[in-house]
C-alpha cells in the first residue's frame, strides 16, 4: 500500500520550455503533498507544501512565479517549472501523506529534468 | 524547531557485518522520527517509523531503530549487511510541522 506515482521520470528540454510533473496517490488520499528539490550528492531541500484545494506553501527563496503548484484532488499534485532554463536542472521528488502528521510521507520515484 | 544530524556521511562495512548508521534530533516537542534509503535515480523508501508508542522499532529489510530520549539519538541499525543494503540513508524528524526536516544523509556502501 502506499504508492506514489510521479511521471515523467526523465525530461530533456530545450532552455525557456515549460515542464509538469505530476505526482498521484495511487492507493490512499493525499490531504498534503510536497516538492523537494535534490542536488547531487546532498540531501532533500523542501520546495513547497500544498494541501488539496488550497495554494501552496512555498519555502523562503523559492519562486512561486517559476515553480507552479496545483493539487486540485485528493490524489494528484501538479509542478510546473515554467520558461526553465539549465540552472533549473535537477531531480524533483513528491511525496504525500494521508491525514495527520505522525503519519509519513511517501515519495515518489522522482523526475530527473534536464534543460539544455 | 526541529533539526537532524546524521554522523558520518559515508560507512563502510564487509558483508555480513553490523550496520549501524546515526541520527540525533533536535526537537522543542515530542519528535516524529524517520529512516528513508534512497537507491540511485529513484525516490525515498520508507524504513521505519516512530511515533511514541515502542521506543525500539522494527523496519522493513531487516533494519531497526532506538528512540533514546536522554541520548536525543534515533541510530538505525542491522546485525548483518547485505550488498542489497548498499544506498543512501535519510533521517529525518517531525513534530509541530507538517514538513519533514531530513539529515544531510549517509552513504552506505557494502563490501564482499
Known amino acids: 500500500g502506499a504508492v506514489v506515482s510521479q511521471h515523467p521520470s526523465w525530461v530533456i528540454c530545450k532552455s525557456g520550455t515549460s515542464v509538469k510533473i505530476e505526482c498521484r496517490s495511487l492507493d490512499f488520499q493525499a490531504t498534503t503533498m510536497f516538492w523537494y528539490r535534490q542536488f547531487p550528492k546532498q540531501s532533500l531541500m523542501l520546495m513547497a507544501t500544498s494541501n488539496e484545494g488550497s495554494k501552496a506553501t512555498y519555502e523562503q527563496g523559492v519562486e512561486k512565479d517559476k515553480f507552479l503548484i496545483n493539487h486540485a484532488s485528493l490524489t494528484l499534485s501538479t509542478l510546473t517549472v515554467t520558461s526553465a532554463h539549465p540552472e533549473d536542472s535537477s531531480f524533483y521528488i513528491c511525496s504525500a501523506r494521508a491525514t495527520h502528521s505522525n503519519q509519513p510521507q511517501h515519495f515518489g520515484d522522482g523526475t530527473r529534468l534536464s534543460i539544455l | 524547531a526541529q533539526s537532524v544530524t546524521q554522523l558520518g556521511s559515508h560507512v563502510s562495512v564487509s558483508e555480513g557485518a553490523l550496520v549501524l548508521l546515526r541520527c540525533n534530533y533536535s526537537?522543542?516537542?515530542?519528535?516524529?522520527l524517520f529512516w528513508y534509503v534512497q537507491y540511485p535515480n529513484q525516490g525515498l523508501q520508507l524504513l521505519l517509523k516512530?511515533?511514541?508508542?515502542?521506543?525500539l522499532v522494527k523496519g522493513i529489510n531487516g533494519f531497526e531503530a532506538e528512540f533514546k530520549k536522554s541520548e536525543t539519538s534515533f541510530h538505525l541499525t542491522k546485525p548483518s549487511a547485505h550488498m542489497s543494503d548498499a544506498a543512501e540513508y535519510f533521517c529525518?524528524?517531525?513534530?509541530?510541522?507538517?514538513?519533514?526536516?531530513f539529515g544531510t544523509g549517509t552513504r552506505l556502501q557494502v563490501f564482499p
Open positions: 526537537s522543542s516537542v515530542p519528535p516524529y
Open positions: 516512530y511515533t511514541s508508542a515502542a521506543t
Open positions: 529525518a524528524v517531525s513534530g509541530d510541522t507538517d514538513k519533514l526536516i
